[in-house]
């Protein structure tokens, strides 16, 4: 890998830079292609008219009409939606309240308990999914779809709580003190001034778990029940028991969805960044 | 996309029965005090704790756990028509997961599960399952004699037969370029198939195939025969591409593995969709399962429940269900209603003499469980 | 402002006694850190110290007697085919790490460093995209693809070329790792090496470094802790992965969080094996990230 | 602000110019003391700075005036109102802090109505008031704009206006103008003080910056490690320091540590360590007076430099010139006296001293313009 090139009074060469970069671009824009060439393809034969065949069969929208047809993806993609709007929505509160409570206070144990509150960050889904599932049998609690809520906002609430620190501090540490100076009782302090100030984050934080709510298999498969049946679920228990072209057409539906919204949370990360230098 | 995983007779036994009382006085005498041993009473006990948390106990709905094919919408329509009950059908892909959701509180929500056998056994002698009350059975007489008492649940006291099957291979002549008959195939022509058959995720079927090809019975206890079997299975691990109870049905269509073991549920269903497929019973045998409806202790709405099995015992809807779902019914007078067509169909419903070269899966002693359990670990994980 | 305006109301409140003070003081805390501490005390601690215990219970599954406590468990886990589990799933969790590395830094580098710098935000976010898809169906991508009669080799066999068997493999499990978890190991790389200071490379140059002596030498220390944290980052997030291997990974390529799984919602239900195999996992991932605290943050000149 | 109006408000136990009022204040951080026994009252209409080093607790004592911080012991007044138990958002103060504080989700606009909403003013009044605030620190054009849309001078004017806004009895200045450079904050410093000479309000600054205080206040409190050096002019506080602290921090000076050896009430006898003899004049506000040891302050700018031996002996020392460096307007030399001491000496240019390095030299001041500082 070449380092920058550089003006120094040696003679760096125009071309061997342009070399460089070229080759270093070409490297880059292969990556590209390897990141997006699955999306693609998935996208590619979701318009195929074949069951099973890898080649092209001509174009069909056979699979999306399926797709819009199967209620039991409608009622997976319900389960996934309710759980993790219900999900971010609490750990929306939560988490600010966690993050802004943690900047703010000294108080014995306060190391234990950011650490605590980092966990869900870094331990594998699958050691959190056995503990609740063990946790929830042990005190006889009914699965449910309120469980896997419950379960989901463990970890919505320590990616909600992370980047809301993130802003946090990054913040004037006086605004809060500003808003009390002009008169503002403490809660309107929190209500007009902090948390306003912390939206950007509190919202991209709140992307970033709907995300990953929507996204997770293994939390939800152990504290699913009841008839509780979320998306990823059905999508796996689908991929493991043979697929239809209808999966790929789902893909692209989803893909597209998570793309806007995607873009939505980089385009208010990117509008947080710009009015945080104050 | 087929799900179950069966067997004749109860398992395990030994190690479930003595389980409340030791695992109670054992925790309340360890360390942990309230929560271990509110863990392990609970564990231990679930189904009859939860029917008084459930939820959806309302007379409208009717929770149906099962495998994924065991219904279909025309069913549940009927259904719904009949009694104004509306079904919700929630699935899994085998009965350990079934079972494992039960014990944990998932299931508080299902008035009906599908366990097979052995399950069936397992869940009476965890004290899961709710006896039947034979007053309110209306048809339980049209089954045939050997599933009106089965081995797993005498007197089907608890359970009503659903449906049974074989367990066998499905593979594309063309694509094999020879007929399959039999496990010794593999062994045979191992080195060029290169991960190229799928067996099922179950250590009785697979291993008990292989013993059963070796001339011993499914269910052998000897640890020679056993070692023999797995050492076979050794052998055969570089073809093996996956160890996959559902989802080869696209791989073996497509011709991405050459062979897969199965079901008869599924691999008729396969084989109905795509003609090119084929599926064979081993001619040396193979098992024999039978998976039955149960109304577990939890059940909140018992008198669906009963609304189901009774409508399933009706002649008319059992038949219908052996044609579009490919269920060998257990019901006689049902079976006596399907089209000869469908009487004759070999895969269905197997000759006598090959049914009588089958076994069905008996429980063994805890010390070969264990033992098929650590070879069926070492197998799956090497 | 005028110079006779009224002078605001001052209310002066009646002092609140010691003890009242006190308790206000302990109100903020509790109104903002109770309600997520008892929440992740009761689903994340309790939880973890359950499957603590269970643990200890050697060879317990629902359903059985306890045979008292012990490490039985955690002996366990010494078996061969125990062993060979977890070395499988470190030897995946490592090989996606490097191969990540080496995919990523290029592109790190590109988009830090080299790219049009109004573009570098956008080309960051496209490339990160992927990330906000459905694992599943990313993992499920590659099934298509590299299955024996898929998309590659399609592909390949047009071209005349020989077939690839890929599927059900490890190589696939390195393929979909590595795909899963590169845009963590970018976005963290080029977190790094967008801080990367440019004119120390122009003093290396100054004094008479080579280009790959200046990357070496400068560019590699000063970016160091960056690639160590997105290395741990994608070990980690490897090392606990059960959906690309369960996915690609085929008869052959059991890991330690398939054989967890399967230890609860599958055929053994041991949940005492799967109960110290989840401790062992929660306290190797712990201890890592423990390391990368205390020692990540160090001066880069500490680490050539 | 009106002084009149502020007359018809119950008054206890103080005297009624007072603005603000400390009472012996302490304030303890985590076992640290930050504020010692701070004690002093500050006019109305004045324009009073507080002047120190970094974590001299100056800023301290400005967050418990605003009331962010209550006092460990001791008690805050302001005008004449204990304001003990008393939140900071029921404190008539209003601040200007050092980073602003501005709240980069509202416009100009919004940030300085802030105050006028939470206090549910009348939205013509709310109209009336921010404009005219605006128009008072020039930012109306800039009304629209968000804060991170703005350079740092019109971010603190917009700070400025925002506490002015509210019509607070006392404005809280924190290091107002620390973050700008130095050609803009000088700029500012005019504009504070037409600012405070037009409003005529309260004005507490706290600054590290002497040449800030010196130019902007009526008066100054120095404050040394949590306690109050001295209060006075900033005439007072450059020519008559109390203490060495103040001597050495406000301004260049030259101190000698010594014994006072004679003393009557029209001079002191000085001998410092090293052994020169010094004669003091005493002052009156100077503490030095009594015997015993003493610090001797003189001003570089008070000291005179010759090749020749002068005619006076008083204050005359033989030195040796060690370094020049030419200021512009001024010189600046640095001498080694034959004792070994060091003194800094500023002179005009115009008296171009024609000395080499290395050359000696005498040096010589006048007993009226050195004091005597109790150590």
Redesign the interface.
């Known amino acids: ?10 003679p ?1 060469p125009k071309t ?1 830079f342009s070399i ?2 070229s080759w ?2 070409a ?2 824009l292969a ?2 292609v ?6 693609l ?2 996208a590619f ?1 979701s318009f195929n008219a074949s069951r ?4 092209w069969e001509g174009f069909s929208l056979r699979w999306y009409s399926t797709l819009f047809n199967d209620s039991r993806i409608f009622a997976a993609l319900q389960d996934s939606l309710a759980v993790a709007i219900l999900a971010v929505g609490v750990s929306a509160v ?2 600010t ?2 993050a ?3 900047a ?2 000294r ?1 014995w144990g306060k190391g234990l ?1 950011r650490g ?2 980092y ?2 960050l ?7 999914a ?15 779809l309120w469980t896997i809520v ?2 989901h ?2 970890f919505c ?1 320590a990616y909600v ?1 992370v980047v809301v620190s993130t802003r946090l501090s990054g913040l ?1 540490p ?2 809060e ?10 809660t ?2 929190f209500l ?2 902090l948390l ?2 912390l ?1 950007p984050a509190i919202v991209s934080g709140c992307l970033l778990a709907f ?1 990953l709510s ?2 997770d ?2 939390i939800s ?7 509780a ?1 979320t ?2 679920m059905e ?9 239809k072209p209808d ?2 057409a ?2 692209v539906v ?2 597209l969805g ?2 806007v ?3 939505v949370a ?1 385009y208010i990360r ?1 509008r947080g960044d ?5 | 996309m087929n799900t179950r995983r069966p067997r004749f007779y109860p398992g395990r036994s030994p190690r479930i029965a003595n389980t409340r009382r030791g695992f109670l006085q054992l925790s309340a005498a360890a360390l942990s005090g309230a929560v271990l041993s509110n863990c392990a009473r609970n564990l231990a006990d679930v189904s009859s704790e939860e029917s008084t948390s459930s939820a959806a106990a309302d007379g409208g709905t009717l929770n149906v756990y099962s495998w994924a094919n065991y219904s279909d919408q025309e069913l549940l329509d009927s259904f719904q028509a009949k009694t104004g009950i509306e079904v919700v059908v929630d699935t899994y892909d085998s009965n350990e997961t079934m079972l494992a959701k039960m014990q944990a509180g998932g299931g508080s929500a299902y008035s009906i599960i599908y366990p097979s056998d052995y399950m069936v056994t397992q869940m009476i002698e965890l004290d899961m399952l709710t006896p039947l009350d034979k007053s309110r059975l209306v048809g339980l007489e049209n089954l045939r004699s050997q599933w009106q008492d089965p081995v797993y649940d005498p007197g089907s006291a608890h359970s009503v037969a659903a449906t049974w099957g074989t367990t066998g291979f499905v593979y594309n002549p063309d694509n094999l370029g020879t007929t399959l008959t039999g496990w010794d195939y593999f062994w045979e022509n191992g080195g060029s198939l290169n991960r190229q058959i799928t067996l099922l995720n179950d250590v009785r079927e697979v291993m008990g195939g292989v013993l059963h090809s070796l001339g011993y019975s499914y269910n052998s206890e000897d640890p020679a025969e056993l070692e023999e079997a797995y050492n076979r299975l050794v052998e055969l691990k570089p073809a093996i591409a996956n160890f996959i109870t559902n989802g080869w049905e696209d791989q073996v269509s497509s011709g991405d593995v050459l062979v897969s073991m199965a079901y008869s549920v599924d691999a008729l269903s396969l084989v109905e969709e795509n003609p090119n497929m084929e599926y064979v019973i081993p001619e040396t045998g193979s098992s024999l399962w039978t998976d039955a409806m149960v109304i577990p202790k939890s059940a909140p709405n018992p008198d669906a429940a009963y609304e189901w099995l009774n409508f399933l015992l009706v002649p008319e809807n059992a038949a219908s269900l052996v044609g579009r779902l490919k269920f060998a019914t257990p019901n006689e007078v049902a079976y006596d209603q399907l089209s000869d067509e469908l009487k004759a169909d070999t895969k269905l419903f197997p000759p006598q003499d090959l049914l009588d070269r089958c076994e069905g899966i008996a429980p063994v002693s805890e010390e070969a469980t264990e033992l098929y359990d650590q070879y069926w670990t070492q197998l799956t994980s090497t | 402002m005028s110079t006779s305006t009224p002078t605001p109301s001052v209310v002066p409140a009646k002092t609140s006694p010691g003890w009242q003070r006190k308790l206000s003081h302990l109100v903020g805390p509790l109104v903002l850190l109770g309600p997520p501490g008892v929440w992740l005390l009761l689903l994340l601690v309790v939880p973890t110290l359950l499957i603590l215990q269970l643990s200890l219970i050697p060879g317990i599954r629902p359903g059985q007697p306890i045979d008292g406590f012990g490490l039985g468990n955690y002996l366990n886990i010494f078996q061969p085919v125990y062993l060979q589990v977890i070395w499988r799933s470190v030897f995946f969790a490592l090989g996606s790490t490097v191969l990540t590395l080496l995919l990523g830094f290029p592109v790190a580098y590109w988009i830090a460093l080299m790219a049009p710098k109004r573009w570098r935000n956008l080309l960051l976010v496209s490339f990160v995209l992927p990330l906000w898809t459905s694992s599943l169906l990313r993992a499920y991508a590659w099934i298509t693809i590299l299955r024996p009669t898929g998309v590659l080799n399609s592909f390949l066999s047009t071209l005349g070329l020989p077939t690839l068997d890929l599927l059900n493999r490890s190589g696939a499990v390195f393929i979909g790792m590595s795909y899963s978890f590169l845009p963590y190991m970018v976005l963290v790389l080029y977190a790094s090496l967008e801080k990367l200071d440019r004119r120390l490379l122009e003093a290396a140059a100054d004094l008479g470094a080579s280009a790959p002596q200046a990357f070496w030498k400068v560019t590699v220390p000063q970016t160091l802790p960056g690639i160590a944290a997105g290395c741990l980052l994608v070990f980690i997030a490897s090392l606990g992965d059960f959906v690309v291997p369960e996915l690609l990974g085929g008869a052959s390529s059991m890991t330690v969080s398939r054989l967890i799984y399967n230890q609860f919602l599958g055929a053994t239900r041991n949940w005492g094996l799967g109960s110290s195999l989840s401790m062992v996992l929660i306290l190797a991932v712990s201890i890592s990230i423990a390391l990368l605290i205390k020692y990540g943050d160090r001066d880069p000149e500490s680490f050539s | 602000m009106s002084q009149t109006a502020m007359q018809n408000r119950p008054v206890i136990e103080t005297d009624t110019r007072f603005d603000v009022e400390l009472r012996k204040i302490f304030k303890v951080f985590n076992g640290e003391t930050v504020v010692r026994g701070v004690d002093l009252g500050i006019w109305q209409g004045e324009f009073f700075s507080i002047l120190g080093p970094s974590g001299c607790g100056k800023t301290t004592t400005l967050r418990l005036i605003a009331g962010f911080e209550e006092p460990s012991a001791g008690e805050v007044l302001i005008r004449g109102k204990s304001m003990s138990g008393v939140p900071a958002y029921r404190r008539p103060v209003n601040t200007v802090f050092q980073s602003y504080a501005l709240f980069s989700h509202l416009s100009v606009w919004e940030n300085i109505a802030f105050g006028l909403r939470i206090k549910r003013q009348s939205k013509a009044e709310i109209q009336n008031r921010v404009q005219e605030a605006l128009r008072l620190v020039k930012m109306e054009q800039f009304a629209r704009r968000y804060p991170a849309q703005l350079s740092g001078g019109q971010q603190q004017r917009v700070a400025v206006a925002r506490a002015l806004v509210n019509r607070p009895t006392v404005v809280l200045l924190d290091e107002p103008l620390g973050a700008l450079d130095l050609k803009l904050r000088k700029e500012m410093q005019v504009e504070l003080s037409t600012l405070h000479k037009n409003l005529g309000v309260t004005f507490v600054m706290v600054t590290h910056d002497q040449e800030e205080a010196l130019s902007l206040s009526d008066r100054i409190a120095v404050m040394h490690d949590g306690r109050l050096e001295q209060i006075g002019t900033p005439n007072q506080i450059y020519d008559y320091p109390q203490t060495p602290f103040v001597a050495d921090f406000i301004g260049d000076t030259n101190l000698f540590k010594g014994q006072v050896e004679t003393t009557d009430y029209a001079m002191l006898q000085v001998r410092t360590d090293r052994g020169l003899k010094i004669l003091v004049k005493p002052t009156e506000s100077s503490n030095g007076s009594t015997p015993g040891q003493v610090v001797v302050s003189v001003r570089p700018e008070k000291i005179q430099l010759s090749l020749e031996k002068p005619s006076s002996p008083v204050n005359c020392f033989e030195g040796r010139l060690m370094h020049t460096m030419y200021l512009g307007t001024h010189v600046h030399y640095l001498v080694e006296l034959l004792s070994g001491d060091r003194l800094t000496v500023l002179q005009p240019n115009r008296a171009k001293l024609a000395a080499e390095p290395d050359s000696s030299l005498y040096i010589h001041w006048a007993e009226t313009d050195c004091l005597a500082l109790t150590a």
């Open positions: 890998m070449p380092p920058l090139p550089v003006n120094s009074s040696k760096t061997t460089r970069a270093l671009a490297i880059s990556v590209f390897f990141m997006y060439l699955p999306i393809i998935l034969y099973f065949s890898a080649t939560l988490g309240l966690m802004v409570g943690l703010r206070y108080f308990y605590v509150s966990l869900p870094i331990i594998p889904d699958i050691a959190i056995v503990a609740t599932l063990v946790f929830l049998a042990s005190f006889a609690i009914p699965l449910n419950a379960s906002i463990v609430l709580a004037n006086h605004l003190e500003a808003a009390l100076d002009l008169g503002a009782t403490p309107q302090a007009k001034v306003p100030e939206m995300v929507m996204d298999l293994l498969s152990f504290t699913a029940g009841g008839g049946n998306l990823p999508i796996f228990s689908r991929v493991r028991t043979g697929v999966i790929n789902l893909s989803l893909i998570s793309g919204l995607a873009f980089e990117y710009q009015g945080r230098s104050v």
